[in-house]
């Protein structure tokens, strides 16, 4: 059974940096990819950014692009998504998830069948 675990949200000012991680265990699928999305209330959840478990191939959303990075750390099956120069607009609840690699669809919540609980990001002055 997949499982994935995320950690580091809290609260940063605007112009600050967070590092958020995600530990999955229990895949067996080789062919697959992690991805972060967020959500906030009464919005769809967004895919963030998403790094292929095959090759590294990263993809994100524009309005991330130059200011987040997803990495990960193959030997411990972890992925991160380090956050620079947060943004107001940034705070949510920040979940990975994991599947197939779904190629150009990788933003898209509804081919993802396994979730972590989701991290906190809050960004105040």
């Known amino acids: 059974q997949v499982q994935l675990v995320e950690s580091g949200g809290g609260l940063v000012q605007p112009g600050g940096s967070l590092r958020l991680a995600c530990e999955v265990s229990g895949f067996t699928v080789s062919y697959s990819a992690t991805t972060w999305f967020r959500q906030v209330p009464g919005k769809e959840r967004e895919g963030v950014a998403c790094?292929?478990?095959?090759?590294?191939?990263?993809n994100y959303a524009d309005f991330v692009k130059g200011r987040f990075t997803i990495s990960r750390d193959s030997a411990k099956n972890m992925v991160f998504l380090q956050m620079n120069n947060l943004k107001p607009e940034d705070p949510a609840v920040y979940y990975c998830?994991?599947?197939?690699?779904?190629?150009?669809?990788?933003?898209?919540?509804?081919?993802?069948?396994?979730w972590g609980q989701g991290t906190q990001v809050t960004v105040s002055a």
């Open positions: 790094i292929s478990n095959v090759d590294g191939r990263t």
């Open positions: 998830a994991f599947d197939f690699d779904v190629g150009s669809a990788w933003s898209r919540a509804e081919y993802y069948h396994h």
